[in-house]
């Protein structure tokens, strides 16, 4: 007779599938286990396996058809056997939702045992251990006459598998009952059968974790900024900076000079000057003093495989944008090498950290104390900005001040701010 291969249920929310494609034509001698076909359910495109053998001898559905979950989308049988109709099959599938009643029979009467296994059982629990491929052995009996009945087979769990997959976990020693099917009912699939197997080997080769010692300047770094996270109380204001201008000025440059300047190399010089307008923001506390410091030394953060360090220009409002660029370009080799002396880290008033090559476009960089702020420098994005009554695109950069609200609040801050956006917005303002 010939056997229908139907739309598979791969969850409880799923009613229909589509087929994407047939990988078999109608004519084609198939084995258990074939693909037949690509099926997109609910979630993901997936591989119907045939669970029967034989021809293919009709496909109800074509490529692109939506068709509801349990319903036959193909038969295979023997060369030339009759296909059911339609209407035919929807009567059968109506009548088997009805379980027949098992008839109860006197010992003498019970099925007999396969031949040399001493086995008791009715037909009814054959029926269904063979339809289950679940071995009588080992089932205990609940019949009258010590036989073992179809309630008792229906009892053992059950692990349904394509052929595929039931060869895949012989071969490999796998017990299928312990692999989660995609199925409907919960049958295993053999791409089932490889995510189970690719978990097992992801477990088995996972790594020990590993111990490693703080650097000193970790050490020293750690120590620094949870004091100040602890007893400064800090406040962090954004703002963008319109960069397009500058970016062309840098563009002109760079192409008559041998050492190229840098986005940061402007920044340092915008802060410089912007501190000499705002003297608050350079000074450090004392108590119930201010110290306003006399000279302007910018720390400027630099990554390096030790961890963060934080090496100072000196005077940098007394230096030109070449001499910055110079000398910071010089401490940041420095550091990233492990040349950097004592006096290279010492001296600071105000701190730069610039972390927007790696597209960071907001954060609160953590002061380092004494001093009254610190600016991160984030990413310069295109975004698009109305000029002169035009659309146009603009190159934006994001400015974050995080400043110890004791030496200065919000408005003297922010002036601070607007002060070096300025500047980075008419680069030749400071450049006279």
Known sequence: MAEPIIMPKT???MEEGVIIEWLKAV????????????IETDKSTMELESDAEGILLKLVYEAGATVPVTVPI???????????????????????????????????????????????????????????????????????????????VLAIPEVKATPLAARMAAAQGVDLSTVKGSGHGGKVFSDDLTYALSEEELQASAAEDRVVPLTTIQKITGKRLLMSAQQIPTVTSNMKADVTELLKIRTQVNASIEQKLTINDFVLLAVAKALKLHPRMNSTLDGENLIYKGSINLGMAVATPKGLVVPVITQADRRCL????????????????????????????????????????????????????????????????????QLVER???????????????????SLFLKSVRDFLEAPLTMLI
Not at 100 to 108: G, H, L
């Open 395 to 413: 190159q934006v950069m994001g400015l974050s001040l995080t400043y110890d609200h004791r030496i200065v609040d919000g408005a003297e801050s």
């Open 74 to 152: 193909a038969w295979i049988g023997k060369e030339g056997e009759t296909v059911p109709e339609p209407e035919a099959v929807q009567q059968t599938m109506q009548e088997d939702t009805a379980a027949p009643a098992e008839a109860v029979t006197p010992a003498a009467e019970t099925a007999p045992a396969a031949p040399g296994n001493g086995l008791k059982a009715t037909p009814a629990a054959r029926r269904v251990a063979g339809e289950k491929q679940i071995s009588l052995e080992g089932v205990t009996p609940s019949g009258r006459y010590g036989e073992i009945r179809e309630r008792d």
């Open 11 to 13: 969850g409880m929310a």
């Open 27 to 38: 004519g084609d001698t198939i084995e258990k286990g074939d693909i037949l076909a690509e």
């Open 322 to 389: 070449s001499s910055l660029s110079a000398k910071a370009r010089e401490l940041a080799a420095a550091g990233r090498e492990g040349k950097l002396r004592p006096d290279d880290l010492s001296g600071a008033t105000f701190s730069i950290s610039n972390i927007g090559m790696y597209g960071v476009s907001s954060f609160s960089p953590i002061i380092n104390p004494p001093e009254a702020g610190i600016l991160g420098v984030c990413a310069i994005e295109g975004v698009p900005k109305i000029v002169d009554g």
